[in-house]
């Protein structure tokens, strides 16, 4: 089956500054990778996500990498600012009418003032 | 306001007392899904269903029913809860169309504490 490792498990950046959370996967066959962001007493939101067709995507301050060939994706929070303080998961999905959606471990993301 | 919610927010049990966590949602879904989430382990799925009277197994099912009657409701059922099912529990919807668990609406969480 398909595992997600993600990296770091926790990451603490100065407001202002750039943030990178790094996940690697397993099955080559998944095609559509997730990131969601979990805030203190919440579920986890969906924030954005990308196909396996699409090298990056960008969403105002976030932006999304995939590289294929290596099996890795990348969230990038650019600018970040105190909001951005949560927990962020990585995941992945292998297509199919039984598709599976594995997560990673997640990142505590802290921005500091 | 589009939305899934679950019930009770927070919840100590003792062990072998049944208990069940509902979950609703209101974005006429078909999908739906069971998820834990315990320290260092991110989340993990209990149980999914892709429609009414369509339920499946996800990565840890071992302890837990569910039952999909209605297509918005997805109670989780704990016959004989134990100590190894504390952790934190939040129920999922999609609207699947093409990826079954894309775009996932999550709820705000039940936290379970079985004594």
């Known amino acids: 089956g398909e595992n997600v490792e993600q990296h770091p498990s926790t990451l603490s950046v100065q407001e202002g500054d750039s943030a990178v959370i790094k996940c690697t996967y397993s099955d080559s066959a998944s095609n559509y990778f997730p990131w969601y962001k979990q805030e203190l007493g919440k579920g986890p939101q969906l924030i954005i996500d990308?196909?396996?067709?699409?090298g990056e995507k960008k969403d105002q301050r976030i932006a999304v990498t995939l590289n294929k060939t290596a099996k890795h994706f990348s969230l990038h929070i650019t600018e970040t600012q105190p909001e951005d303080s949560a927990v962020y998961f990585c995941a992945a999905i292998s297509t199919g009418t039984a598709s599976k959606l594995t997560f990673g471990t997640g990142t505590r993301l802290q921005v500091t003032l | 306001e589009a939305q899934v919610t679950q019930n009770p927010r927070y919840l100590i049990t003792v062990t072998g007392k049944k208990l069940t966590v509902t979950c609703s949602q209101n974005?006429?879904?078909?999908?739906m899904s069971w998820y834990r989430q315990d320290p260092g382990l991110g989340l993990r799925q209990i149980y999914y269903s892709m429609n009414v009277e369509v339920t499946d197994k996800g990565d840890v099912p071992e302890g837990y029913k569910v039952s999909r009657k209605e297509k918005r409701n997805f109670p989780l059922i704990l016959e004989s809860p134990s100590p190894n099912q504390t952790s934190l529990y939040f129920c999922?919807?999609?609207?699947?169309?093409?990826?079954?668990?894309?775009?996932?609406?999550f709820g705000s969480g039940t936290q379970l504490s079985v004594l």
């Open positions: 999922a919807s999609s609207l699947s169309r093409g990826i079954a668990n894309e775009k996932l609406f």
């Open positions: 990308i196909r396996s067709n699409v």
């Open positions: 974005m006429n879904h078909e999908y």
